[in-house]
T-cell receptor
Framework: GNSVTQMEGPVTLSEEAFLTINCTYT??????LFWYVQYPGEGLQLLLK?????DKGSNKGFEATYRKETTSFHLEKGSVQVSDSAVYFC?????????????FGQGTRLTINP | SAVISQKPSRDICQRGTSLTIQCQVD?????MFWYRQQPGQSLTLIAT?????????ESGFVIDKFPISRPNLTFSTLTVSNMSPEDSSIYLC????????????????FGPGTRLTVT
């Protein structure tokens, strides 16, 4: 079945550092890919998405490119802030029986120190 | 984009009891989903709930343990029955709704979650 594998955490960086969180997937067909973020004490929020190969999703300075040849969707940010501290989930959507079902990676906890 | 609320936000329950979690959406949506997030783990889909039909459960989840109601297009409940400490998790409701203006297709929006502790 479809699956998502994320870089193990926790990840700790200093403010203004460069961030990469790796995400690879296994899927039949052509899923859409997502990054969700969960800030402390809050629910999941969609951060960015890409719906087809070579698409780049971007939001709040974060970017991820849908790479079909390497089945990857790595999350990057050039200069992180303390407010980026959160848990990040990579996910793919699987269209089954008329519904877009999400399959999540295990999550990566990111802590940014001032 | 849909705004979702859940009640209760958290609860501590004794083993053997049941808890019903409510999910309210501010707009009419066809697809609603219930997820479980066990401590330190990722999200796992429990079931898909469409209005007017029986919920569809994922492998490893059964209706007797997690009965779901979907009486209309803005509301759903999930009951965690005969609880044990292994049911301690965050339970999240999500809906599929149109992406914000300018974006393509549909997106899933999540509620804030219900943190359940079973003692």
């Amino acid at each position: 079945g479809n699956s998502v594998t994320q870089m193990e955490g926790p990840v700790t960086l200093s403010e203004e550092a460069f961030l990469t969180i790796n995400c690879t997937y296994t899927a039949t067909g052509y899923p859409s890919l997502f990054w969700y973020v969960q800030y402390p004490g809050e629910g999941l929020q969609l951060l960015l998405k890409a719906t087809k190969a070579d698409d780049k999703g971007s939001n709040k300075g974060f970017e991820a490119t849908y790479r079909k040849e390497t089945t990857s969707f790595h999350l990057e940010k050039g200069s992180v802030q303390v407010s980026d501290s959160a848990v990040y989930f990579c996910a793919l959507s699987d269209f089954i029986q008329g519904a877009q079902k999400l399959v999540f990676g295990q999550g990566t906890r990111l802590t940014i120190n001032p | 984009s849909a705004v979702i609320s859940q009640k209760p936000s958290r609860d501590i329950c004794q083993r053997g009891t049941s808890l019903t979690i409510q999910c309210q959406v501010d707009s009419q949506v066809t697809m609603m989903f219930w997820y479980r997030q066990q401590p330190g783990q990722s999200l796992t889909l429990i079931a898909t709930a469409n209005q007017g039909s029986e919920a569809t459960y994922e492998s490893g989840f059964v209706i007797d343990k997690f009965p779901i109601s979907r009486p209309n297009l803005t509301f759903s409940t999930l009951t965690v029955s005969n609880m044990s400490p292994e049911d301690s998790s965050i339970y999240l409701c999500s809906v599929e709704d149109r992406a914000p203006w300018g974006a393509w297709g549909y997106e899933q929006y999540f509620g804030p979650g219900t943190r359940l502790t079973v003692t």
